[in-house]
């Protein structure tokens, strides 16, 4: 079930007396689904998502009263464009050197008006009902935006990405999957040795799905790179993990052939660099550096008087 904004949907305002720190987010996937504010918009057939998110933003700043901003991650045109919308619906976007400086402060403050773990139950209400595609992604968005706001390896933006790649798992998409849960657990091995087990052995369980030959042998390198650190460590206190470590032991001695058609993960529960001489993975396609919009790309900016669904 899409989500749409209206002014009369309380819980979707930021808070009226907050300090002007605060901006909105958006977010368009690379199929043109957009999501403001963790809520899907519900596109009405071929409205492009440039017009959604200025229309939804100037609604904000209408009920305001005043200016408001916003960031949008758009992944169809590999941007980040930053925003200002004025009640009077004219829009313009702006340079990063414009915009108001990263910190703390301004962090806590959008966070506080938005608060992640609310988007992260609209999520699970998504999935709950089997609404996969529109869980993940709300998930993505609200991975991408932790990520551009407090780094990727932040603590809350380390739990959207795992989340992100549970609901990848769901969808069927293993190769996805992988690559997020690996990325999870890489973080997690560099930064917290001790909580990385549990990581390892979700990626361990998306990538035993894998049939590609060459990214299980690329793949399973690196998860048994992870399992034979942890087990130096003496970090492997579960059976379950002897057992998945020992599970990509094997498979990639028998030459990474694939698991046969329907067979369950060896474990049930999806819940360091490359050695010398090989090639290291590819980074995660969603962790490219997005370029910043051009100041006045015409995509985001509106004259005033324009009606809603144009643009200059």
């Keep these: 079930m899409n989500h749409s904004l209206t002014p009369r949907d309380k819980g979707n305002l930021p808070v ?3 300090p002007p720190l605060i901006r909105l987010d958006a977010y368009v996937a690379e199929d043109g689904s957009t999501v403001v504010n963790g809520h899907l918009l519900d596109m009405g057939g071929t409205r492009p998502p440039n017009e959604a998110i200025l229309d939804a933003v100037a609604m ?17 045109a590999q941007q980040v464009a930053r925003l200002r919308v004025l009640p ?35 999520i699970i209400q998504h999935a709950q009902r089997e609404e996969l595609h529109a869980a993940f992604v709300l998930a993505s968005a609200l991975r991408e935006h932790l990520t551009l706001r407090r780094g990727a ?3 809350l933006s380390l739990e959207a990405r795992a989340i992100e790649a549970y609901l990848a798992y769901l969808r069927g998409d293993y190769m996805l999957s992988t690559v997020l849960a690996l990325t999870v657990a890489r973080i997690r091995c560099r930064t917290d040795l001790n909580r990385a087990a549990p990581d390892v052995a979700r990626a361990t369980a998306a990538w035993q799905r894998l049939w590609d030959e060459g990214q299980v042998a690329t793949r399973g390198q690196e998860l048994l790179r992870m399992w034979e ?16 470590a ?4 094997s498979r990639l001695a028998q030459g990474g052939r694939s698991v046969p058609r329907g067979s369950a993960p060896a474990a049930a ?19 490219k550096p997005l370029k910043p919009t051009r100041r006045g790309l015409r995509r985001f900016t509106r004259r005033a008087g324009r009606p809603p669904g144009q643009s200059s």
């Excluded at 806590?108 to 992640?116: D, I, L, T």
């Excluded at 650190?229 to 998945?244: N, Y």
């Excluded at 020992?246 to 032991?249: F, G, I, K, S």
């Design 60 to 76: 904000f700043a209408r009920t305001l009263g005043a200016p408001v901003a916003a960031t949008v991650i758009d992944r169809t």
């Design 88 to 122: 009077d619906g004219s829009s313009r976007t702006i340079g990063e050197e414009e915009d108001l400086p990263p910190g703390r402060e301004r962090t806590a403050a959008e966070e506080e008006a938005f608060p992640p773990l609310a988007r992260v139950e609209r």
């Design 16 to 18: 009226l007396g907050a």
């Design 229 to 244: 650190r942890l087990s130096a460590a003496g970090l492997l206190q579960e059976a379950s993990h002897h057992a998945m």
């Design 153 to 155: 390896e932040d603590e």
């Design 269 to 287: 529960a999806l819940t360091a660099g490359p050695g010398p001489g090989q090639v290291p993975a590819p980074v995660a396609p969603e962790d």
């Design 246 to 249: 020992q599970a990509v032991r």
